[in-house]
Antibody, heavy 119, light 108 residues
């Protein structure tokens, strides 16, 4: 069974840093592109970042570029999101999600971890 | 353009057919994915590619695209289909993902 479990969320002050983790199981992690997405309270979905299976191709939304860093450890079947210079507008539930090897983007999601940035 | 536009809310009578639409220039070049999200839950992929359903998604869900408009059709809506629905695709460069603002579906 494919599972993705996010952790690391919490309350942080504006300008602070936080590192999110997404631990996976149930599939050959090293073959799959992975993503971080977020959803502000009561709002829609926003893609944050993607990382290729090898970690060599990385993309960021403009809203987080230069502040967030995505990474992965294929030996630990995990991806990470280092978030620096956090702003109030970064407050959201952060999800990790897998891209299928075929056409299905974002075919499996974790349950999310809440990040709250206080001013 | 990297924007996808959805109607904020749609309603349907139980057992009837409903279409949820998504407009955006990038839909002319890239497939649209559709996600269902119920309160307190993670989004679930219901349609991907040209018109494909992941395992476990009922066949009352279908997708189509015409020009810059993608549609998610639920034929014979059930009470459990009441949820928020989001369309998703790529931006014009192909590497960034974009989402519509979501459509809240109410089953009457």
């Amino acid at each position: 069974e494919v599972q993705l479990v996010e952790s690391g969320g919490g309350l942080v002050k504006r300008g602070g840093s936080l590192r999110l983790s997404c631990a996976t199981s149930g599939f050959m992690f090293s073959l799959y592109r992975m993503n971080w997405l977020r959803q502000a309270p009561g709002k829609g979905l926003e893609w944050v970042s993607s990382i290729s299976s090898s970690g060599t191709s990385i993309y960021y939304a403009e809203s987080v570029k230069g502040r967030f860093t995505i990474s992965r450890d294929n030996a630990k079947n995990s991806i990470y999101l280092q978030m620096n210079s956090l702003r109030a507008e970064d407050t959201a539930v952060y999800f990790c999600a897998r891209d299928d090897l075929g056409m299905a983007d974002l075919d499996y999601w974790g349950q999310g971890t809440l990040v709250t940035v206080s001013s | 353009s990297s924007e996808l536009t959805q109607d904020p809310a749609v309603s349907v009578a139980l057992g009837q057919t409903v279409r949820i639409t998504c407009q955006g220039d990038s839909l002319r070049s890239y497939y649209t994915n559709w996600f269902q999200q119920k309160p307190g839950q993670a989004p679930k992929l219901v349609i991907y590619g040209k018109n494909n359903r992941p395992s476990g998604i009922p066949d009352r869900f279908s997708g189509s695209t015409s020009g810059s408009t993608a549609s998610l059709t639920i034929t014979g809506a059930q009470a459990e289909d009441e949820a928020d629905y989001y369309c998703n695709s790529r931006d014009s460069g192909g590497y960034h993902r974009v989402f519509g603002g979501g459509t809240k579906l109410t089953v009457l």
